[in-house]
């Protein structure tokens, strides 16, 4: 029996509809992504006898997520820092940092971040929060980041694979992780700021 030109408008929309609703599925997938070590900074600050602020870094760290950059929804995250590696140009400094007064490397070579919610800002589609867990000195306890999305393109040469910029920064009591060494007489300030600034690609 011949269709009429109503049945195969119908019959169009139909399909039309179901293609719609499998191009918006397939883009609300989630995707894994993975920090480029090779474009992953790991800043640090705190205050040096109420002097000023002594910057450093740790320059080995690893991590992945699970996020969706089509509805912002992150399903997983982790970060693992060598708390061996770090580095503010002072060696005497350095290994002082890395005693039991401080990171107490031997006993804690890493450092961990676990992600447990990402929420987007309302008022800024590229800004969110970040909550999470951080894991240093044998104690686990929640951190917050503040993050921004910088740029999300596939890359212009070399991988040429999809890519976010993202930085991020949380400021911490490092005493909450019982790394309480100069605090009481402010030679060290407790207050740390951290800030993460990286590439990830997406696999």
Request: hydrophobic share 40%.
């Amino acid at each position: 029996m011949p269709y009429s030109i109503l049945s195969i408008i119908k019959i169009s929309s139909t399909l039309l509809l179901g293609n719609l609703l499998l191009i918006s599925n397939s883009s609300a997938d989630p995707a894994d992504w993975e920090i480029d070590p090779e474009h992953f900074s790991i800043v640090f600050e705190a205050t040096h006898i109420e002097y000023q602020s002594q910057i450093g870094f740790f320059l080995e760290a690893s991590g992945n997520f699970r996020y969706d950059p089509e509805t912002q929804e992150l399903f997983s995250g982790n970060v693992e820092i060598q708390a061996d590696s770090i580095f503010t140009n002072h060696e005497d400094r350095d290994d002082h940092l890395r005693s039991r007064d401080f990171l107490s490397v031997r006993r804690n070579p890493v450092i961990a971040f676990t992600a447990t919610g990402y929420s987007p800002a309302e008022n800024a589609a590229e800004a969110g929060i970040l909550n999470g867990n951080l894991s240093m000195l044998g104690q686990n306890h929640p951190v917050v980041l503040e993050v921004v999305i910088n740029k999300r393109e596939r890359y212009p040469f070399g991988h040429r694979k999809e890519t976010l910029g993202i930085s991020a920064q949380a400021v911490l009591l490092r005493s909450q992780w019982g790394m309480d060494y100069g605090v009481s007489n402010s030679m060290v300030g407790d207050e740390v700021t951290l800030r993460f600034e990286f590439e990830a690609l997406r696999q």
